[in-house]
Structures are given as C-alpha cells and as structure tokens.
Nanobody
Framework: VQLVESGGDSVQAGGSLRLSCAIS????????MGWFRQAPGKEREGVAA????????DYAHSVKGRFTISKDNAKNTLYLQMDSLKPEDTARYFC???????????????WGQGTQVTVS
C-alpha cells in the first residue's frame, strides 16, 4: 500500500487549503484513514480520522469546526479541507491508513511521506 500526499502550501492566516492523499496498491474502501501533523520539535498529533465508509469521523479539538476530512472511494483519495488556518497549524501533514480503526491514535500501519503546510 502506498500513500502520497499533496496540496501543502504556504498561506496567510485565515486562508484555506485542501490536502489530498492518494492510496494505491489495495482496495481503498477497506481502509480507515487519518490525517496527522508534526511540527518541528513536537510530537506527531492526530488531526482527523474517518472510517471505511466515510461515515464516522473524529477530529482533534484544535481543528474541530475548521477542518473537514472526507474520502472518495471511487477515486481512491482522502481529503482534508482546512479553513480558517492559523499559524499554529503550521506542520508537516501525513496521511495514514489501516484496516482497523485507530481514530487519532498513530498506530496506523501505512503512512505517506507528508506535505508541508505553512501558515503565516
């Protein structure tokens, strides 16, 4: 299973970005997915998670109401819509996948390489 993130960029505070994560190598619909982020000198933290069917979601308190996770099983792609971005959202964002539900817990088996988001 391979995960490839895209969509990271530098934006001003209050702006929006949409991250994408393309999954290949297996049946996408079988996977629960998550977005995580890691800033320099900080631990990796869970941002948002979604179950196989795209029905159950979970969000970190810090992003609830601003970020939206979704998955398109037909396109084998996971998304993270990020609105009202703040400087503290600056981090490298990673997507993760597993057949089990881990929510915001970073125990996922498969990980992408990440995409950088910088908010100033």
């Amino acid at each position: 299973v391979q995960l490839v993130e895209s969509g990271g960029d530098s934006v001003q505070a209050g702006g929006s970005l949409r991250l994408s994560c393309a999954i290949s190598g297996d049946t996408y619909s079988e996977y629960c997915m998550g977005w995580f982020r890691q800033a320099p000198g900080k631990e990796r933290e869970g941002v948002a998670a979604i179950d196989r069917g795209g029905i159950i979601t979970d969000y970190a308190h810090s992003v609830k109401g601003r970020f939206t996770i979704s998955k398109d099983n037909a396109k084998n792609t996971l998304y993270l819509q990020m609105d009202s971005l703040k400087p503290e959202d600056t981090a490298r964002y990673f997507c993760a996948a597993d057949t089990l539900w881990f929510g915001l817990n970073p125990q996922y088996r498969y990980w992408g390489q990440g995409t950088q988001v910088t908010v100033s």
